[in-house]
């Protein structure tokens, strides 16, 4: 029997062939698109999941609570360290400091004697750890152990790295590096590369108590210092809940952070690993980029629709074919078949559609993976054959045969044999006139959804790419440097030459750029108003030039003067706000006071400038002289002559600092990648608006060809009375513009509702008007009468002749 069936539906495919290449291309493209979605959603949300305690880790993080509202922060203050595993005896903690674009020279000597000297900058992936941290995170050593890194000065590096640095990850323990040209590490041991979806992707690993001995940050009572560099992971003991965790950390709280106001307050959180790639209350992580859960669902949500849309396209027309199989089905039942073996044998036919489609759908797919990194943030392409993924595909198929053949089957097994075999059964007795038009409905209130989100997520994006920042990001050149001694000894006759070549307006030294994901904060004292502020002050430092480099207006005051050391303060309009000043003239010739530090004078306000991304409000910001935290060169170019003058940049870098690795980057690409994620998301919404456009002109173009040939008669009777081709094609298209209306007043409010949600993820965001809406309905519109219109004419010009000859 089964034979019989599939047999039967094989013949029934060869037999209407058009029909079945739109339901095996609509069916294919969707079953691709719900494969791949679903390769990335599993990937993104399989991020650190290699680790067998995953459950039982978290990081400590920092929320701030003042008058403007919550804000967080993925560091900690630097006491936090020690204090959380004193007052949490029994709970694994481990510190950790990230450092960026640091410098790291092998120092060795050839066969012949020669001494060499490899120089290598790692941009991320360095960080000072403690030892605890391998007892919370799975790290497989291949040399050495992590016990090395409880004394200073030792580092251990990941595979990759040693075989990047000395060709060979077996030499590598034993060797010496010397980090950023000053400081001597002993290379402890080797360790296993990380997976790729980790957000702490670690290269070269040096001990914490390296870093206590190098930089003073005020180990063990600034309590008011807050970097991003600086976290805290925790390790939940396998008897203890995680409330009983959290009222740890309250414990903790109430003794390190006493609140001085009802609603003002910091303290930490625990914010659980599962969490740390999709939570973007604290920016980005050390592996780049964070996935959130609701564009999780939005991809989830994307990949139903273009599956449900092809679904739509199969019900439709073989109901609409279903008047055609009448006899068929009439000759079947007078032979003795009942309704259920119809039913099966429809269903049969269905699923022979769908494995054809699943096997096109995984072609498509294997096509389209190595192009998968444009729409979305992987650091590696997943693999097609797995056992989940084919899993998947056969359930996906599954649901897919029952979605879309349950209906048609049961429509065309209901027949009543008598009715069939006089050839009088119509669209209208079947019932399914009405059916298809809410199919069509759906379909175009689908395809509009995701044509209103595109243009409002490129609008956002437009809006993003051309937004008044409050400085100049164009070709401004950032050249890594170090705030030590040998380099500052050589910066002012390397500014000088810089400034004398052709193509340079302007040369500056900083902490970073003016909009970046740095979050560095302190408490700070006002006025000598008697107590700290109830809020954190952001820092930025900078030279005497960095306003002209960036073009920072003043709007009130003046810059402060060359110095190598905090002696005077610039602040923003935010900051003057907060703390209550109407005018920025009234804060000039204020003291304030950073920390523990000394009171100093504010000379100037400078005009509010988006200190991070569009996503978030602008801080109270303090801009002012610290040379021992420059570690960057910001070199203003002019337009013309780019290249030349950036190669010119590079020698003289090499000229005046030959003990260091050049490296730089262009302000302007940095601050795109804010908003990659967003600007991928803009990408998957073009690409799915179109998919979900050419499935629905799909099924559009399959009912009109339907209605072209069973109207064959009536469109040749109209002919000869005087109806005209426009009149033909108003005939076909006329329905379908009413339903493509309606579909647009329900994809509306849907539309609108899911979009402004996406926006409150910008501070500074556009407003949606009523032109995106007009533009959706118009490209809908005219897609659907360019379809209907093709088939439509062709309908139109044909001879009644024909049409007419036997009546």
């Known amino acids: 029997m089964i034979k019989n069936y599939l047999k039967i539906a094989i013949r029934n495919v060869l037999r209407y062939k058009g029909y079945s290449a739109i339901n095996v291309a609509g069916l294919a493209i969707g079953i691709a698109s719900c494969l791949l979605l679903f390769l990335v959603i599993r990937y993104e949300n399989s991020y650190e999941k290699f680790n067998k305690n995953y459950s039982r880790i978290y990081r400590a993080v920092t929320e701030d609570k003042d008058a403007s509202g919550l804000d967080y922060n993925p560091g900690t203050p630097f006491p936090a360290i020690e204090a959380l595993r004193t007052q949490m005896p029994g709970v694994t903690v481990a510190g950790l400091n990230a450092h960026f674009g640091s410098q790291f020279t092998v120092v060795g000597q050839l066969e012949s004697g020669t001494n060499i000297e490899k120089k290598f900058i790692e941009e991320s992936g360095a960080f000072f750890m403690e030892p605890e941290y391998f007892q919370i995170f799975d790290v497989k050593f291949l040399s050495g152990s992590p016990d090395a890194l409880k004394a200073p000065n030792t580092t251990v590096l990941s595979k990759k790295t040693a075989e990047k640095y000395f060709g060979n990850w077996e030499k590598a323990t034993g060797q010496t590096l010397k980090l950023d040209n000053n400081y001597t590490l002993n290379i402890a041991g080797v360790f296993e590369d990380q997976p790729a979806n980790t957000d702490m992707p670690m290269r070269v690993i040096t001990s914490y108590s390296t870093l206590k001995t190098i930089r003073d940050y005020g180990w063990d009572k600034d309590w008011g210092t807050l970097s991003s560099n600086n976290q805290v992971m925790i390790l939940r003991p396998e008897n203890m809940s995680e409330a009983q965790l959290q009222a740890q950390i309250d414990v903790f709280n109430k003794k390190s952070f006493p609140q001085k106001k009802k609603d003002d307050y910091r303290s930490a959180v625990l914010q659980p690993l599962s969490m740390l790639h999709h939570d973007d209350r604290m920016g980005g992580n050390f592996g780049d980029h964070v996935t959130t859960k609701a564009s999780l669902l939005t991809l989830t949500l994307i990949g139903l629709l273009i599956i449900v849309m092809a679904c739509i396209n199969f019900v439709n027309l073989s109901t609409a074919q279903a008047v055609g199989r009448s006899r068929e089905v009439g000759v079947r ?39 998968l990194k444009t729409f979305i943030s992987i650091e590696e392409i997943p693999a097609l054959f797995t056992t989940q993924n084919m899993l998947f595909l056969l359930g996906t198929a599954i649901a897919v045969t029952l979605l879309a053949g349950a209906y048609p089957a049961l429509v065309l097994s209901g027949f009543r044999p008598a009715l069939a075999l006089k050839n009088k059964i119509t669209s209208a007795t079947v019932g399914g006139i009405s059916i298809r038009r809410g199919l069509v409905i759906m379909q175009f209130a689908i395809s509009q959804v995701l044509i209103i989100g595109t243009i409002v997520a490129v609008s956002q994006m437009n809006f993003v790419r051309n937004a008044d920042l409050g400085f100049k990001k164009d070709a401004v050149l950032v050249l890594n440097s170090r705030p030590d001694s040998a ?55 900078g030279d005497e030039d960095y306003f002209k480099t960036y073009q920072l207006e003043l709007v009130a005051g003046r810059p402060f003067r060359k110095s190598d050391t905090i002696t005077e303060f610039v602040v923003n309009e935010t900051f003057t706000k907060k703390v209550g000043a109407k005018t920025p003239e009234e804060v000039l010739g204020k003291e304030l006071r950073l920390g523990r530090g000394r009171w100093k004078t504010i000379v100037g306000v400078v005009k509010d400038f988006k200190t991070n991304s569009l996503r978030e409000s602008i801080k109270p910001l303090e801009l002012s002289s610290m040379s021992s935290r420059y570690s960057q060169v910001d070199v203003k170019i002019a337009g013309a002559h780019l290249t030349q003058t950036t190669n010119a940049i590079k020698n003289a870098w090499e000229r005046t600092f030959p003990e260091y690795a050049y490296s730089s980057f262009f302000v302007d690409e940095t601050i795109a990648n804010f908003y990659r994620q967003e600007e991928q998301l803009s990408k998957l919404y073009k690409f799915f608006a179109a998919l979900a456009i050419f499935i629905s002109c799909l099924g559009l173009y399959g009912l009109v060809s339907f209605m072209a040939v069973q109207r064959t008669k009536e469109v040749g009777i109209r002919k000869v009375l005087g109806a005209s081709t426009g009149n033909i094609v108003y005939l076909f298209s006329k329905e379908f513009t009413i339903l493509i209306t309606v579909a647009f007043l329900i994809a509306t409010p849907l539309a609108w509702l899911m979009m402004n949600n996406w926006l409150q993820d910008f501070v500074f965001r556009i407003h949606i008007s009523i032109g995106v809406f007009i533009i959706a309905i118009l490209i809908s519109l005219g897609i659907a009468w360019i379809t209907v219109g093709y088939k439509a004419v062709r309908a139109a010009l044909a001879s009644p002749v024909k049409s007419l000859r036997s009546e």
């Open 333 to 371: 039942k007078v032979l003795g078949g009942n309704r259920w073996q119809l039913f099966w044998q429809m269903i049969g036919e269905t699923g022979v559609i769908v494995t054809i489609s699943v096997a096109l759908a995984i072609l498509q797919a294997q096509l389209a993976l190595p192009y």
């Open 487 to 541: 380099v500052i000894a050589r910066m002012e006759s390397f500014k000088a030459a810089l400034k004398e070549l052709p193509g340079v307006v302007n040369v500056s030294r900083s902490s970073d750029v003016p909009s970046s994901d740095n979050n560095s904060s302190s408490n700070f004292a006002f006025d000598h108003r008697g107590e700290d502020e109830p809020f954190d002050i952001f820092h930025k430092f």
